[in-house]
């Protein structure tokens, strides 16, 4: 829902600069729209998954196409900004996947914590963490 209402934002703001014979500075406008759909393809990065976030780039490529064909910006500079849009969609991706990671690697090492304490003394229970974080390595039977 921000993607859209920023398209209209920006494409209002560009018609008030067409209008107001500063073509060049529409056109700028539109190609550094980029930044803030960049910015809301990671702030969705933060929130949902790893389809949502792909599918809130291809919709602010969309919308930034658009905007760049609508202030009649150069060509290069509307594929470079959909391209920006991609590269930053993997980054974010990468990132939240990690971070899921990370939540899940701690949440296990919490609930293997727990379970020590259930069964041993606190004392007993530390010692036995501090040795699963340096095991050594196993031993074969011959």
């Given amino acids: 829902m921000d993607m859209p209402f920023l398209y209209l934002m920006m494409r209002d703001l560009i018609d008030r600069l067409t ?3 500063f073509a060049d500075d529409a056109q700028t406008t539109a190609v550094s729209s980029t930044v803030f759909f960049v910015l809301l393809v990671f702030l969705t990065s ?3 998954g790893r389809h949502e976030i792909q599918f809130a780039a291809i919709v602010a490529m969309i919308l930034e196409t658009a905007l760049g064909l609508h202030a009649q910006a ?9 391209v920006a849009i991609f590269f930053s969609s993997v980054l974010a991706v990468g990132a939240s996947g990690r971070a899921l990671h990370l939540v899940g690697a701690v949440a296990a090492e919490q609930l293997r914590r727990e379970r020590l304490a259930r069964y041993f003394s606190p004392q007993i229970a530390a010692q036995l963490s501090e ?10 039977a011959r």
């Fill in 46 to 48: 933060t929130l949902l």
């Fill in 74 to 82: 150069d060509m290069a500079q509307v594929a470079f900004s959909a």
């Fill in 131 to 140: 040795r699963g974080t340096h095991r050594p390595a196993a031993r074969r």
């Fill in 19 to 21: 209008a107001g014979n």
